[in-house]
């Protein structure tokens, strides 16, 4: 079963900086665009990022443009969102994603769908 794996959520103070990692169990992502969502209490789920098979491109929504940075490392399987200069308003639950393309990520045409983990900031 294909499964996509988030980890490093958890509580951080504004200003302070969180990194979350994304990797897949039981098939290998390096043909597919990752990306990030996040859905927050009572708001709808909303793209964040995503990046191309070979990390070339990389496309940020507006309001953690200078903030949030995306990688991936192939080699490992893995997925990287570094977000710095956290606000109260990040406050989400994360959820990583895979599509075919980065466009298809933009456009929540999703075709995998991690579990999600919860980034708390507090001011």
């Known amino acids: 079963q294909v499964q996509l794996e988030e980890s490093g959520g958890g509580l951080a103070q504004a200003g302070g900086s969180l990194r979350l990692s994304c990797a897949p169990s039981g098939r290998t992502f390096s043909t597919y665009a990752l990306g990030w969502f996040r859905q927050a209490p009572g708001k709808e789920r909303e793209f964040v990022a995503a990046i191309s098979i070979n990390g070339g491109t990389t496309k940020l929504a507006d309001s953690v443009k200078g903030r949030f940075t995306l990688s991936r490392d192939n080699a490992k399987n893995t997925a990287f969102l570094q977000m710095n200069s956290l606000k109260p308003e990040d406050t989400a639950i994360y959820y990583c994603?895979?599509?075919?393309?980065?466009?298809?990520?933009?456009?929540?045409?999703?075709?995998?769908w991690g579990q999600g983990t919860q980034v708390t900031v507090s001011s």
């Open positions: 994603v895979a599509a075919a393309v980065t466009t298809l990520v933009q456009n929540g045409r999703i075709e995998y």
